[in-house]
């Protein structure tokens, strides 16, 4: 089970900490994803981060601003963002993928938390 958090309304440039909290697994044994779908558009892939190894990938989009890690004690992988956009509004989620290994197609992951709103005004 995932738990998503830490959206709000935030002004262009602003910041905001999404948090996403595991139970029932270890995430040394899985890979988290982070994804987020804009009214009107497909769901994209932000940042993966292996459970395994900790590496990290980031959509072009998201590059610089925006940063994954995760606690494994605390089960909770988190994404800083920073210089937060307009576009970067939408329902953001976290999916778990049975394999530590990065994938960015959502359909690797197979459970997924219920999703947390950012909104970014301009």
């Known amino acids: 089970q995932l738990q998503a958090s830490g959206g709000g309304l935030v002004q262009a440039g602003g910041s905001l900490r999404l948090s996403c909290v595991a139970s029932g697994f270890r995430l040394e044994d899985y890979a988290i994803g982070w994804f987020r779908q804009a009214p009107g558009k497909e769901r994209e892939v932000v940042s993966c981060i292996s459970g395994s190894d900790g590496s990290i990938t980031y959509a072009d989009s998201v590059k610089g601003r925006f940063t994954a890690s995760s606690d494994n004690a605390k089960k909770t992988v988190y994404l800083q963002m920073n210089g937060l956009k307009p576009e970067d509004t939408a329902v953001y989620y976290c999916?778990?993928?049975?394999?530590?290994?990065?994938?960015?197609?959502?359909?690797?992951?197979?459970?997924w938390g219920q999703g947390t709103l950012v909104t970014v005004s301009s």
């Open positions: 999916g778990a993928r049975t394999d530590p290994r990065i994938t960015s197609s959502e359909n690797g992951y197979k459970y």
